[in-house]
């Protein structure tokens, strides 16, 4: 039997994350009433914190080059709430 993660959604926003697998750049697609920042924060799944980001309302750009190839939670924290999603770099 397959075990997951939930997506965790405590929020008034929603935000798309792709492509997904991604390689060097990560796309957000984030529809919020809100013009304020955002904070983008990308663990792996021991909890460790890889990278933190502000970003702008609308779509986004993340540089993930960085990253070792593996799997990642993307939380995304606004005025609104907080919401994670889940991504893979290859």
Same mark, same amino acid.
């Given at each position: 039997?397959? $075990? ?5 959604? !405590?929020?008034? #926003?929603? #935000? ?8 060097? !750049? +990560? &796309? ?5 009433? &809100?013009?304020?920042? %955002?904070?983008? @924060?990308? @663990?792996?799944?021991?909890?460790? =914190?890889? +990278?933190?980001?502000?970003?702008? =309302? ?12 593996? $799997? &990642? #939670?993307?939380?995304?924290? @606004? &005025? ?5 999603? %889940? #991504?893979?770099? !290859?």
């Amino acid at each position: 039997m397959p $075990v997951g993660i939930p997506e965790i959604t !405590q929020s008034n #926003f929603s #935000f798309s994350v792709y492509p997904n697998p991604a390689n060097d !750049q +990560l &796309y957000l697609s984030i529809f919020s009433a &809100y013009p304020e920042k %955002k904070l983008v @924060t990308i @663990t792996d799944l021991m909890g460790t =914190n890889m +990278l933190k980001e502000s970003l702008d =309302n609308g779509d986004s750009a993340i540089d993930i080059s960085s990253l070792p190839i593996g $799997v &990642y #939670f993307l939380e995304l924290k @606004t &005025y609104e709430g907080r919401s994670v999603r %889940k #991504f893979v770099k !290859q």
